[in-house]
């Protein structure tokens, strides 16, 4: 039996995150350009691949037009 490494409240700020680029509009490219990374910087975000840190997290929130704390309630 495979045990996930990601809390339950992590995974709550990953769905938040796809939601808020999705009611804003955005694709994965459009935020991932932003970042200047690339477009599977972000799928792997979402996929729950790669853990996004505070910085990042801080800068997602601002390109997404979220205050950080609709991320973490």
């Given at each position: 039996?495979?045990?996930s490494i990601y809390s339950k409240e992590y995974k709550n700020i990953i769905e938040r995150l796809k939601t808020a680029r999705l009611n804003a509009g955005l694709?994965?490219?459009d935020v991932a350009s932003k970042l200047k990374k690339?477009?599977?910087y972000?799928?792997?975000i979402e996929r729950?691949?790669?853990r996004v840190d505070a910085a990042e997290l801080?800068?997602?929130?601002?390109?997404?037009k979220?205050?950080?704390n609709y991320f973490l309630s």
């Open positions: 039996m495979s045990k694709k994965q490219e690339p477009q599977s972000i799928s792997k729950g691949e790669r801080k800068e997602l929130a601002k390109i997404l979220k205050d950080i």
